[in-house]
């Protein structure tokens, strides 16, 4: 079974850095690409960072320059270095990872987020 667990979240102040850990555990033979959403209440989760094969990335523009995701493959591990931080990156932070092949399913998983709070 495939488990997708996110770490590192937490309370930082204004200019403040945290960095996430995204670890997918399980009988896994690939990971085509993983990301980091962002939710906050009463707002659809939003793409922040998404790493893909030949570690390729995409970013919100609003955390362009402020945020780099990466990620290793060896440990099926991704990361999202914020720096920066402002009040306005305060969510739940979710990690996704994109068609894992496993001995029985090809498909995504979410994990159950972290949150992150960045106080003003």
């Known amino acids: 079974q495939v488990q997708v667990v996110e770490s590192g979240g937490g309370l930082v102040q204004d200019g403040g850095s945290l960095r996430l850990s995204c670890v997918v555990s399980?009988?896994?033979?690939?990971?085509?690409?993983m990301g980091w959403y962002r939710q906050t209440p009463g707002n659809e989760r939003e793409l922040v960072a998404r790493?893909?094969?030949?570690?390729?990335?995409d970013y919100a523009d609003s955390v362009k320059g402020r945020f780099t995701i990466s990620r290793d493959n060896a440990k099926n591990t991704a990361y999202l270095q914020m720096n920066r931080l402002k009040p306005e990156d305060t969510a739940v932070y979710f990690c996704?990872?994109?068609?894992?092949?496993?001995?029985?399913?090809?498909?995504?998983?979410w994990g159950q987020g972290t949150q992150v709070t960045v106080s003003s």
């Open positions: 790493i893909a094969r030949r570690d390729r990335t």
């Open positions: 399980g009988s896994i033979f690939s990971i085509a690409a």
């Open positions: 996704l990872a994109e068609r894992v092949a496993t001995p029985d399913s090809f498909k995504d998983y």
